[in-house]
Nanobody, 119 residues
Framework: QVHLAESGGGAAQAGESLRLSCAASGTIFTLYAMGWYRQVLGKQRELVAVITNGRSPNYADSVKGRFTISRDYSKNTVSLQMNALKPEDTAVYYC?????????????WGQGTQVTVSS
């Protein structure tokens, strides 16, 4: 079992910055991918950014050039630096991991953290 603890988020004005962090704990074999999704009430959850082992980060077009994802492989953490925030970035942000154990790959999700950007 893998537990994800998120921190950061909150309220910001347009143009400001926020940082999200997520730490994975529990029985960890391999965190194949770590990343962030976001969801607006009534809409589908969408990928924001992800880092997969051995690959370059992947970003949603809407956040390219403004958001930066980073991982600390030694600490099993992933962070999302969000700059130049826009009101349309308002959403609940979820940390997620693809966890690989012998014979099984499973997704785990954080509880979500609210980000609210006002104009």
């Amino acid at each position: 079992q893998v537990h994800l603890a998120e921190s950061g988020g909150g309220a910001a004005q347009a143009g400001e910055s926020l940082r999200l962090s997520c730490a994975a704990s529990g029985t960890i074999f391999t965190l194949y991918a770590m990343g962030w999704y976001r969801q607006v009430l009534g809409k589908q959850r969408e990928l924001v950014a992800v880092i997969t082992n051995g690959r370059s980060p992947n970003y949603a077009d809407s956040v390219k050039g403004r958001f930066t994802i980073s991982r600390d492989y030694s600490k099993n953490t992933v962070s999302l630096q969000m700059n130049a925030l826009k009101p349309e970035d308002t959403a609940v942000y979820y940390c997620y991991v693809d966890h690989e154990s012998p014979g099984l790959i499973r997704e785990y999700w954080g509880q979500g953290t609210q980000v609210t950007v006002s104009s």
